[in-house]
């Protein structure tokens, strides 16, 4: 009769060396190719109020956690440097006015992190704005839009910030503008030297607005990270969606992303 008793050791040992190896790996890695601390999160507290400024699904694509926060200064541990979903994380995060300080951490450690998602309620959703859309700032959006012009002054007014919340406010800018003048499509078209914005109505493509390139990346991202695209594949077509809960109602944005 087998030992399972002893396969389980066995399989336990197997465990607990890969975790060995990796930490050992990650700990050389973070040293001698990026010149960045290594840090064990299963050694220090987490912060929840730090962790849900990424939101869970998120930052476990983009192997990271925000572990500490201090006013604007935050703390965050990430597997590899070379993960672009992270990168963009940390640039955005960076963009609306924080200041970031990167550690590298094994698989395991980050596990430690993420596992605190479950003490953070749901009724205590991410205040921080950084990459969730506010439901109430879309309907307060749709309560002052009532015709084209609405939407543009309201956009023109959201380029001319500088950091904080730049790209969330223009996502919910359009979708505001979309849900109430009742377009059935949103455009997001690059030109040579800049962005055009288009709604269908009616049948019929009406341009709302144009902004620069250098916006166009950071909102490109932040649409294929809320719709679950892949930031590597620029070259094909991909599809994906991401929903709103407006009022009561939960609203479903499919997205179709394709490379003229």
């Known amino acids: 009769m087998p030992d ?3 396969e389980e050791k066995q ?9 060995k190896e990796e930490e050992d790996l990650v700990r050389t890695l973070a040293a001698t190719k990026y010149g960045l601390n290594f840090i064990d999160l299963k050694q220090i507290p987490i912060n929840a109020e730090a962790l849900k400024i990424v939101e869970e699904k998120v930052a476990r694509e983009a192997m990271l956690a925000v572990y500490d926060k201090v006013a604007k200064k935050l703390k965050i541990a990430i597997l590899s440097p070379a993960n672009e979903k992270a990168a963009i994380i940390i640039k955005q995060l960076e963009y609306a006015g924080y200041k970031t300080e990167i550690a590298m951490a094994t698989t395991a450690s980050l596990e430690k992190a993420w596992d605190k998602y479950k003490d953070i309620s749901s009724s205590v959703a991410s205040t921080a704005g950084t990459f969730d859309i506010s439901s109430d700032q879309v309907v307060e959006y749709m309560n002052s839009i009532k015709n084209i012009n609405d939407v543009s002054a ?6 001319s910030l500088k950091k904080a ?3 969330s406010k223009m996502m919910e800018a359009m979708i505001a503008g979309a849900l109430a003048l009742g377009a059935s499509d949103i455009h997001i078209e690059p030109e040579e030297t800049m962005i055009r914005i288009r709604f269908r109505l009616d049948g019929v493509l009406i341009n709302v607005f144009e902004f620069d390139t250098d916006t166009y990346e950071l909102l490109l991202s932040r649409i294929k990270l809320l719709s679950g695209m892949k930031l590597n594949i620029k070259n094909d077509s991909q599809d994906g969606r991401f929903s709103v809960k407006i009022i009561d109602n939960n609203i479903e944005f499919w997205i179709r992303w394709s490379k003229i």
């Not at 399989?11 to 975790?19: F, G, T, W």
């Not at 309201?154 to 380029?159: Q, S, T």
């Open 4 to 6: 399972f008793g002893d």
């Open 154 to 159: 309201i956009v023109k007014e959201i380029l």
């Open 11 to 19: 399989e336990k040992r197997l465990d607990d060396l890969r975790k």
């Open 165 to 167: 919340y730049k790209i």
